[in-house]
C-alpha cells in the first residue's frame, strides 16, 4: 500500500509563499494521479490541485496562477505544492491524496499540514 506524507506547511503574511512537499513510499509515476486538497474549518474537502502520470496538472480556479504543482523528477518520489501570492482564504489543512491501481483504483490520504495566512 502506498503511503504519503506531507511536509511544509506553517503561518505566512499575505503575499508570501510557502512550498508543501508530498513523499510518496512509492515512484510517483507509478501512481494514476497524485494531488492535494485542502479543508477550511466548516467548509468541505476541496481540491487544490493534482498531477496524472502522464504530466497533466489541473487547478481549482482559485488557485490558478498563484500556486504551482511539480514532481521532483530526481527523486521520483516526491511532488510539490508552490504556492505564491497566499491570502487568508488559503488558511487550511493540506492534505496530499494518491490514487493508483489498474482494475480498481485505491487511494491514499496523508495526514495533512496547517497552512495558516495571516492577513
Known amino acids: 500500500q502506498v503511503q504519503v506524507v506531507e511536509s511544509g506547511g506553517g503561518l505566512v503574511q499575505a503575499g508570501g509563499s510557502l512550498r508543501l512537499s508530498c513523499a510518496a513510499s512509492?515512484?510517483?509515476?507509478?501512481?494514476?494521479?497524485i494531488g492535494w486538497y485542502r479543508q477550511a474549518p466548516g467548509k468541505q474537502r476541496e481540491l487544490v490541485a493534482n498531477?496524472?502520470?502522464?504530466?497533466?496538472?489541473?487547478y481549482a480556479d482559485s488557485v490558478k496562477g498563484r500556486f504551482t504543482i511539480s514532481r521532483d523528477n530526481a527523486k521520483n518520489t516526491v511532488v510539490y505544492l508552490q504556492m505564491n501570492s497566499l491570502k487568508p482564504e488559503d488558511t487550511a489543512v493540506y492534505y496530499c491524496?494518491?490514487?493508483?491501481?489498474?482494475?480498481?483504483?485505491?487511494?491514499?490520504w496523508g495526514q495533512g499540514t496547517q497552512v495558516t495566512v495571516s492577513s
Open positions: 498531477i496524472r502520470s502522464g504530466g497533466m496538472t489541473n
Open positions: 491524496n494518491a490514487k493508483w491501481g489498474t482494475y480498481i483504483e485505491y487511494e491514499k
Open positions: 512509492t515512484t510517483i509515476f507509478r501512481l494514476n494521479i
